[in-house]
C-alpha cells in the first residue's frame, strides 16, 4: 500500500480567491455543512486564517482525508478505520462476480458482498465508492474478466484536523445557494503533483449539453459531505482525473455541492467567459457536456422533494445562462476529438453508453424534470 504524497510546499497556504470570498454558501443555508459532522474542536488558525478572518471569512475545520492505495486481491490492512473503500478495474463493463469482505480490528471476516451494480463503472467513466462501516481491513474479488483491479481505504471523517478559510456569507449562482469548494472541505493539494505542477489543466469549452447521473452511494447518507471528500478522492488518485468528476452534485437535503474546480470570474463550473470546465463524467464526450450527480443509488428509490426541487433550480439556471431548449435533442460534437453523439439536450448517462447511471427511478424522472424546467423558464 501507499499513501498519497504530503502537500506540495507551494499549496501549504490555500490561496484566498475570489470565489472563496463570495462563498459558503451552502454551508450557513443548507443546513451548516462545516458543523458537528466535519467540526471537532477548536484548532490554533494560522496567519493565512488570521488574515481571511479580517477580510470577511471564518475558519472551517475539517478532517484531513486519510487513504492508502492497494492493487489486486490480496488482503488489505489500513492503519485507520476504513470509512469507505473506492474499487476501480479495466477490461469489465460490469461488477459481475465482483465482491467484498470486510475484517474488523479483532480479525473477525465479515461475510462476502457483492458489488453494487447500479454505479458509473471503468468503461463508461467511474468507479465504485463502498461503505466501509470503519473496517480495519478487507478483501477483493474482481468481477470476470476484469483486470487492474485498484482500491482505495479511505477515512473522510476522522484524521487530523485542518483549518480552511471559508467565507461567512452564503455562496449563490444567479440566486441560487450552493455549497462550495472550501466548505464540503475540499483539499486543494490533492490536484497537484509532487513538483507543484496541476495534474489535469482546466480546460473550457462552450456548452452544449446537461447531463444527470447518480453517484450510487448509500442512500439516507448521514455525512454526505464526507462522501463527496470520498468521491473526490477516488476520482482524483484512483481515477486518475485530477479532481472530482461532476460539475455539481446534490444531496438528498437539496444541498448543491459545487463539483470540479474552476478559475475565478465565472459561475461555478464555468469561466469568465462562459464557457464549462472540462470534467470527467462521460468517456470520451466530457469537453462542453456539463455533468451533475444526485447523491444515493436511484435504481429503485426515486430522488428526494428536496433532491429534484434543488436538481430543477440548477438545471433551470444553466439553461437560462446558456440560452438552450430543455426539450430538446442536440448533436454533440467533442471539439477535442471529434466523437459526435445525438442526445436529449438534458440526458441521462445512460443516453450516452452502457450503465445503469443514473438509476432507472432517476432516469425515468428525466421528462418530468425537463418539463418542469420549462415551466420555470
Known amino acids: 500500500m501507499t499513501v498519497p504524497p504530503a502537500t506540495p510546499a507551494h499549496r501549504a497556504q490555500s490561496p484566498v480567491t475570489r470565489r472563496t470570498l463570495i462563498g459558503t454558501a451552502g454551508a450557513v443555508a443548507a443546513g451548516a455543512v462545516i458543523t458537528p459532522a466535519v467540526m471537532a474542536g477548536p484548532a490554533e488558525p494560522d496567519t493565512a486564517m488570521a488574515g481571511a478572518t479580517r477580510a470577511g471569512l471564518t475558519t472551517g475545520i475539517f478532517p484531513e482525508t486519510r487513504a492508502a492505495a492497494a492493487v489486486g486481491e490480496a488482503p488489505v490492512a489500513a492503519a485507520?478505520?476504513?470509512?469507505?473503500?473506492?474499487?476501480?478495474w479495466e477490461g469489465a463493463p460490469e461488477a459481475t462476480g465482483g465482491g467484498i469482505r470486510l475484517r474488523t480490528a479483532d480479525g473477525t471476516e465479515g461475510a462476502w458482498r457483492a458489488?453494487?451494480?447500479?454505479?458509473?463503472?471503468?468503461?463508461?467513466?467511474?468507479?465504485?465508492?463502498?461503505?466501509?462501516?470503519?473496517?480495519?481491513?478487507?478483501?477483493?474479488?474482481?468481477?470476470?474478466?476484469?483486470?487492474?483491479?485498484r482500491s482505495l481505504a479511505l477515512d473522510t471523517r476522522r484524521g487530523?484536523?485542518?483549518?480552511?478559510?471559508?467565507?461567512?456569507?452564503?455562496?449563490?449562482?444567479?440566486?441560487?445557494?450552493y455549497v462550495s469548494r472550501a466548505a464540503w472541505g475540499a483539499d486543494e493539494s490533492l490536484r497537484y503533483a509532487s513538483d507543484g505542477s496541476e495534474n489535469t489543466p482546466a480546460a473550457y469549452y462552450p456548452f452544449q449539453t446537461l447531463t444527470v447521473h447518480h453517484t450510487a452511494t448509500s442512500n439516507d447518507d448521514s455525512d454526505p459531505a464526507a462522501t463527496v471528500r470520498g468521491i473526490y478522492q477516488l476520482h482524483t488518485e484512483t481515477n486518475g482525473w485530477g479532481d472530482i468528476g461532476y460539475h455539481f452534485l446534490i444531496d438528498e437535503e437539496g444541498r448543491i455541492y459545487e463539483g470540479r474546480?474552476?478559475?475565478?470570474?465565472?459561475?461555478?463550473?464555468?469561466?469568465?467567459?462562459?464557457?464549462?470546465?472540462?470534467?470527467?463524467?462521460?468517456?470520451?464526450?466530457?469537453?462542453?457536456?456539463?455533468?451533475?450527480?444526485?447523491?444515493?443509488?436511484?435504481?429503485?428509490?426515486?430522488?428526494?422533494?428536496?433532491?429534484?426541487?434543488?436538481?430543477?433550480?440548477?438545471?433551470?439556471?444553466?439553461?437560462?445562462?446558456?440560452?438552450?431548449?430543455?426539450?430538446a435533442r442536440v448533436r454533440y460534437v467533442n471539439p477535442v476529438n471529434g466523437a459526435h453523439k445525438e442526445v436529449p439536450e438534458i440526458s441521462g448517462h445512460r443516453d450516452w453508453m452502457v450503465t445503469k447511471c443514473p438509476g432507472g427511478t432517476m432516469y425515468r424522472e428525466l421528462d418530468r424534470l425537463r418539463e418542469a424546467v420549462a415551466d420555470g423558464l
Do not use: W
Open 80 to 88: 485507520f478505520p476504513i470509512g469507505f473503500v473506492g474499487v476501480r
Open 115 to 149: 458489488f453494487p451494480e447500479d454505479g458509473c463503472f471503468p468503461a463508461s467513466g467511474g468507479g465504485l465508492l463502498i461503505p466501509a462501516d470503519e473496517a480495519a481491513g478487507y478483501e477483493l474479488r474482481a468481477p470476470a474478466g476484469a483486470t487492474g483491479l
Open 160 to 177: 487530523p484536523r485542518r483549518a480552511v478559510a471559508v467565507p461567512k456569507e452564503t455562496t449563490r449562482m444567479r440566486g441560487l445557494a
Open 261 to 327: 474546480h474552476t478559475d475565478d470570474g465565472g459561475l461555478p463550473g464555468h469561466d469568465g467567459d462562459g464557457r464549462v470546465v472540462t470534467a470527467f463524467h462521460v468517456g470520451g464526450c466530457n469537453s462542453g457536456n456539463l455533468g451533475i450527480a444526485l447523491m444515493g443509488t436511484l435504481t429503485k428509490r426515486r430522488p428526494t422533494k428536496a433532491a429534484r426541487k434543488s436538481l430543477t433550480r440548477l438545471a433551470r439556471v444553466l439553461v437560462r445562462q446558456h440560452g438552450v431548449d430543455p426539450y
